[in-house]
């Protein structure tokens, strides 16, 4: 059975670089997967934020994605994002699954973190 | 892109059925049949329920069920237990290798 695990600061200070790691077991981050980020603002609701494959290949939400990079580790079977220039407006519980690639399915889901934008 | 929209709220008896509308355009919704579920109870994380329109992954109750007819989406639940409380959230592609979710419904079962 797949798990995912985020793990990165909880607090970033307003124009800083936000930056999450998505730690997989139970299966390989080279599989035919694509794997994902997903955020919710408190009280709100969920955003894709981007995904990507094991190759490198990447793709995000037109409306971050000039903010956002995606990386994946393949030698410790994780996979990354950062987004820079944060904002309040970036808090949220971030998430990762895995799924994607032309289909909304995400069928494995880390528990969440929470990231609070503030000085 | 902006979210797909779903009313805030939706409400019945236990054993009722209740219906959740997921309304969209033909850049999303009505342009492909990549329609997904998911419910999110508090604090948790959300669950996939229903996906390509109406195809349930293996553990999900066979009284949630998923339609699509235009560029509107819907999710039924059939036999509402208090287990469904819970908020839900469709999404959908929307081109260009993006995804749009829905604003969310909170489900109450009274």
């Known amino acids: 059975q797949v798990q995912l695990q985020e793990s990165g600061p909880g607090l970033v200070k307003p124009s800083g670089t936000l930056s999450l790691t998505c730690a997989v077991s139970?299966?390989?981050?080279?599989?035919?997967?694509?794997w994902s980020w997903v955020r919710q603002p408190p009280g709100k609701g969920l955003e894709w934020i981007g995904e990507i494959f094991h190759t490198g290949k990447t793709n995000s939400n037109p409306s971050l994605k000039s903010r956002v990079t995606l990386s994946v580790d393949k030698s410790q079977n994780q996979f990354s994002l950062m987004l820079t220039s944060v904002t309040a407006a970036d808090t949220a519980v971030y998430y990762c699954a895995r799924g994607g690639h032309y289909t909304p399915v995400w069928d494995s889901w880390g528990q969440g973190t929470l990231v609070t934008v503030s000085s | 892109q902006s979210a797909l929209t779903q009313p805030a709220s939706v409400s019945g008896s236990p054993g009722q059925s209740i219906t959740i509308s997921c309304s969209g355009t033909s850049s999303d919704i009505g342009g492909y049949n990549y329609v997904s579920w998911y419910q999110q109870h508090p604090g948790k994380a959300p669950k996939l329920m229903i996906h390509?329109?109406?195809n349930r992954p293996s553990g999900v109750s066979y009284r949630f069920s998923g339609s699509k007819s235009g560029n509107t989406a819907s999710l039924t639940i059939s036999g509402l237990q208090a287990e469904d409380e819970a908020d839900y959230y469709c999404s959908s592609y929307a081109s260009s290798s993006a995804y749009v979710f829905g604003t969310g419904t909170k489900v109450t079962v009274l």
């Open positions: 139970g299966a390989s981050i080279t599989s035919i997967d694509w």
């Open positions: 390509t329109v109406s």
